[in-house]
């Protein structure tokens, strides 16, 4: 099993900057794949980017491309997104995944942990 918690959301106003991690406990040297998902409020939870353990990567589309940056460090069972210039578009509760696989999958169905989510709220 494997336990991810989530931690860096809050509120910050448009254009502002926020820096998610997350923390795996548990079987951790299974852990291939990590990903940060979102979900706002009525729709359906979105890939943001994913990492496998040997540093590739893959975001999902170009709304965050050159804003959003994400990152791992292995020995600390820890993932990170960097989220510059933040856009009211960007609220939602970002969620940590993590896989056994490394194919970097976008479906929330590729992935087989989940963490509780954190809030990102962007004020305009």
């Given at each position: ?19 998610l991690s997350c ?102």
């Amino acid at each position: 099993q494997v336990q991810l918690v989530e931690s860096g959301g809050g509120l910050v106003q448009v254009g502002g900057s926020l820096r998610l991690s997350c923390t795996a406990s548990g079987r951790t040297i299974s852990i291939n794949t990590m990903g940060w998902f979102r979900q706002a409020p009525g729709k359906e939870r979105e890939l943001v980017a994913a990492i496998n353990r040997i540093g590739a990567w893959r975001y999902s589309d170009d709304s965050v491309k050159g804003r959003f940056t994400i990152s791992r460090d292995n020995a600390k069972n820890t993932m990170y997104l960097q989220m510059d210039s933040l856009k009211p578009e960007d609220s939602a509760v970002y969620y940590c995944a993590a896989d056994f696989s490394s194919r970097l999958g976008l479906r929330t169905d590729e992935y087989d942990y989940w963490g509780q989510g954190t809030q990102v709220t962007v004020s305009s």
